[in-house]
């Protein structure tokens, strides 16, 4: 899994309870899934289809660096599904994890369109062949 993302909890991050908002941590995981879906599908229009069940294993406090993991697990015709883990970055501790997060990847009008990938590319991958 590669951790590309890493993001520092602030104040404006925090619910009552002074620990990381889930919504503000959700939000992070979708952009940073779709960047990771637009890089493996070569194409800027992908949607979110699914996410399967958010598992909060721990919390993150102000002034704690997370850091954002994501892995495709699977294609589909016209799909790409990853896994994503979130960590405190110090610590290694697991604060979250998503078995299932679903893009579709889309023409201009937003249909489905088959994407032909397989397997995972590198960015090295890519920019070798350019």
């Known amino acids: 899994m590669n951790f590309h993302t890493?993001?520092?909890?602030?104040?404006?991050?925090?619910n009552p309870n002074g620990t990381l908002f889930g919504g503000s941590l959700l939000m992070w995981i979708d952009e940073e899934a779709a960047i990771y879906a637009i890089c493996q599908l070569d194409n800027p229009h992908v949607v979110t289809k699914f996410m399967s069940e958010i598992n909060f294993v721990s919390s993150a406090r102000q002034g704690d660096i997370i850091e954002l993991g994501m892995v495709a697990t699977n294609f589909g015709r016209t799909s790409i599904?990853?896994?994503?883990?979130v960590r405190n970055k110090v610590t290694r501790k697991s604060i979250l994890t998503?078995?299932?997060?679903?893009?579709?990847?889309?023409?201009?009008d937003g249909n489905p369109f088959p994407h032909g990938k397989t397997h995972i590319t590198s960015s090295d991958e890519k920019f070798k062949n350019q």
């Open 6 to 14: 890493r993001k520092w909890v602030k104040p404006e991050d925090l």
């Open 81 to 85: 599904t990853l896994h994503c883990e």
């Open 98 to 108: 998503i078995d299932k997060i679903v893009f579709v990847n889309v023409d201009h």
